[in-house]
T-cell receptor, first 110, second 112 residues
Framework: QQPVQSPQAVILREGEDAVINCSSSKALYSVHWYRQKHGEAPVFLMILLKGGEQKGHEKISASFNEKKQQSSLYLTASQLSYSGTYFCGTVPFLDNDMRFGAGTRLTVKP | KAGVTQTPRYLIKTRGQQVTLSCSPISGHRSVSWYQQTPGQGLQFLFEYFSETQRNKGNFPGRFSGRQFSNSRSEMNVSTLELGDSALYLC???????????FGEGSRLTVL
């Protein structure tokens, strides 16, 4: 079963912040985040393995709330290069395979 | 090191035909997953292979099949093509199942 991402799309100005949410109906073993730029393959951003874990990559970080089966991706002081579609991938404990959300299209404007 | 290679990159088929797509994973990666990507549907999981065994299969009809060879290369086959099969088919490899995925550029299939 696919995780649910929100919002579907967001438009930002350079320097603004954004939050992308991902939720699952199943107990999760891990959450992955990927970014796909137009016409390119998705690229791995980070993986979260523990409940409550937070990870960061430059100005992009994420949290994982194991109890709520939710993860959020935080983009701070956004740059033009952050534009793309962000996908969360969830791995439930019992299914042990990765399913992706429908994606969040992020557009950063000058 | 070389990334994930998918062939062919583009192909056009007609309804009723069949198609075979190939994926060469990153050297050392034994897990290969396939996804179908269409506008508005995101990435739909097709199947995953690890050490030549299909571990999981998504909710697709039996017309979609795949296999993995001893060198970890994988193929997927779609028989009796339908218009709705038009999509970008992405292959991803990882060192272990559910690990960090490395995606190929994809094979864009158009069914006329």
């Amino acid at each position: 079963q696919q995780p649910v991402q929100s919002p579907q799309a967001v438009i930002l100005r350079e320097g603004e912040d954004a939050v992308i949410n991902c939720s699952s109906s199943k107990a999760l073993y891990s959450v992955h985040w990927y970014r796909q730029k137009h016409g390119e393959a998705p690229v791995f951003l980070m993986i979260l393995l523990k409940g409550g874990e937070q990870k960061g990559h430059e100005k992009i970080s994420a949290s994982f709330n194991e109890k709520k089966q939710q993860s959020s991706l935080y983009l701070t002081a956004s740059q033009l290069s952050y534009s793309g579609t962000y996908f969360c991938g969830t791995v439930p404990f019992l299914d042990n395979d990765m399913r992706f959300g429908a994606g969040t299209r992020l557009t950063v404007k000058p | 090191k070389a990334g994930v290679t998918q062939t062919p990159r583009y192909l056009i088929k007609t309804r009723g035909q069949q198609v075979t797509l190939s994926c060469s994973p990153i050297s050392g990666h034994r897990s290969v997953s396939w996804y179908q990507q269409t506008p508005g549907q995101g990435l739909q999981f097709l199947f995953e292979y690890f050490s030549e065994t299909q571990r999981n299969k998504g909710n697709f009809p039996g017309r979609f099949s795949g296999r993995q060879f001893s060198n970890s290369r994988s193929e997927m086959n779609v028989s009796t093509l339908e218009l709705g099969d038009s999509a970008l088919y992405l292959c991803a490899s990882s060192f272990y199942p559910t690990g960090e995925l490395f995606f190929g550029e994809g094979s864009r299939l158009t069914v006329l």
